[in-house]
């Protein structure tokens, strides 16, 4: 790591308008200070814990890889994010098939259950851009608990009996806009806690957490509210956000705003406008944005999922199967991706990954029978999980001080082309047919993730050089802006 970071220092010193402001601290202590300020470990290059945390983690550069889960699973910061994580997740989903069923109990009206299942998308959309900056101005773990909090109170008001439909979209609407400062204060907190391939198999055990809290959803939501009934079941929900909030309140430790405490703190609307221009104007991260933005091709068939189920003859249950068949695969694709293939190759994987990821959609102009359809989404779901090293990719590139509302925007993107992709390919299904739309959507998903490859391939050597030295990524904008690595400066175009 010596050699990594007395490159990084003598780079600064032979440029003018990096010197202008660091000039008078030493590469060796800069280490210290930057420490010091942002609460992190004592030796970010190595991951070594602060004392305060004891001697449980070990060099990620100089251990075996295969580690990564054992090591990051005995971090107690990471066990209560991930636990509060679990939590929040889960609270979501109940949230959100108990409000649908609510409202759906209340007026017999599916248009209106649509309705209201489309609100827990939509404030994402348009609260991304605007509130994943929170995490960039104010402690991370101070916008979890009232992130958590703030939807305890709101979704505890959705369960009040009798109030119109209105003013449940409502508080539909404001319960789930917390989610995006949560999002993104969660995971840019993760880096400060975990750092280069601990930080990839922390990421994937959210990920894959994530994937089988679908899963539960869909199997157990419905029979918690048919057993304690809509209501009950939206209220009870709130407890999980508070216990969430909780956990990550006297389970992870203080740290302050990323932003120098000299500093005069930005608006928020300069914060959103200074993210925006880092995201597309680094390729690195411009490149791993877009890759992430596919899934607007390839999940269109699970938001088909009914008409696909009546089309071969069968049912809810066939349409549940074709809805679970992703989440499946990414289970088992998300294991085998992070736990079995060696950091480097992962990395240079996303391409490849994300082309296959798309391939299965162009089988269904042959028209497959059921069982073969959720075959070909469970092989998707498979390499779809290429977007677990994605992920965790963007975060490592990002810089301190930007990476919140980067990854907010990122996640609020990857909402609104999903949604975008379903409702549209739900349209095209009256004029072209459904199996028509799927193919032709398998086929833009080939050719997009074939463009996004072949600058990957150039670019991933500096995403995989950031998970041996983490110190890099967690820099100020300005000491990534000297690193030739890191495509800033639109060296490298994703086309």
Request: glycine content about 14%; hydrophobic content about 50%.
């Amino acid at each position: 790591m010596t050699p990594v970071r007395t490159k990084r220092g003598s780079r600064r010193v032979g440029n003018p308008r990096t010197d202008s402001r660091k000039i008078d601290i030493p590469p060796q202590d800069r280490k210290d200070t930057t420490s010091t300020h942002r609460g992190a470990s004592t030796d970010v290059g190595s991951g070594e814990p602060p004392a305060s945390q004891g001697p449980a983690r070990e060099a990620p550069s100089g251990g075996d890889w295969r580690r990564g889960y054992r090591d990051v699973v005995g971090v107690g910061e990471f066990r209560a994010l991930w636990v509060a994580h679990a939590l929040s997740m889960t609270g979501s989903y109940l949230l959100n098939i108990a409000v649908a069923l609510l409202v759906y109990h209340q007026t017999s009206s599916a248009l209106a259950a649509g309705i209201t299942m489309a609100l827990t998308f939509l404030p994402q959309i348009i609260g991304g851009p605007l509130l994943a900056g929170l995490a960039d101005l104010f402690p991370r773990r101070g916008v979890i608990v009232i992130s958590d909090l703030t939807r305890a109170v709101l979704v505890a008001g959705i369960g009040i009996p009798g109030l119109p439909v209105w003013a449940i979209w409502v508080l539909v609407f404001c319960s789930t806009l917390p989610m995006v400062p949560f999002g993104a204060a969660r995971a840019a907190l993760m880096a400060e806690i975990v750092q280069g391939e601990r930080y990839v198999a922390g990421s994937a055990i959210i990920n894959l957490t994530t994937q089988v809290g679908t899963l539960a959803g869909l199997v157990l939501g419905g029979g918690i509210v048919a057993a304690v009934g809509p209501n009950s079941a939206v209220m009870f929900n709130g407890l999980t956000f508070v216990a969430s909030a909780l956990i990550i309140r006297f389970g992870v430790r203080y740290r302050p705003a990323p932003r120098d405490d000299r500093e005069a703190r930005p608006s928020l609307w300069r914060v959103t406008r200074d993210g925006t221009r880092l995201v597309f104007g680094d390729a690195r991260l411009r490149t791993l944005g877009l890759f992430a933005w596919l899934a607007g091709f390839y999940t269109i068939p699970y938001g088909l999922a009914g008409p696909l189920a009546d089309e071969v003859g069968g049912g809810p249950m066939a349409a549940g199967l074709l809805m679970a068949g992703p989440s499946m695969g990414a289970i088992v694709g998300g294991f085998v991706l992070t736990r079995l293939i060696n950091p480097e190759s992962r990395m240079r994987l996303i391409g490849p990954l994300a082309v296959a990821a798309s391939v299965p959609l162009l089988v269904w102009a042959l028209q497959p029978p059921l069982w073969m359809m959720v075959g070909l989404l469970m092989f998707s779901g498979m390499t779809a999980s290429y977007q677990f090293v994605a992920n965790a990719a963007f975060v490592l590139c990002a810089p301190s001080k930007g990476r919140g509302l980067a990854f907010g925007l990122v996640a609020a993107g990857l909402q609104a082309v999903q949604g975008i992709g379903i409702a549209l390919a739900s349209l095209l299904v009256e004029i072209a047919g459904i199996h028509a739309v799927i193919t032709v959507a398998g086929g833009l998903g080939v050719t997009g993730a074939l463009l996004l490859a072949t600058p990957w391939s150039r670019l991933s050597a500096g995403a995989i050089a950031l998970m041996h030295t983490p110190a890099a990524s967690d820099g100020p904008d300005s000491d990534r802006a000297a690193d030739p690595r890191s495509g800033t400066g639109g060296g490298t175009s994703p086309q």
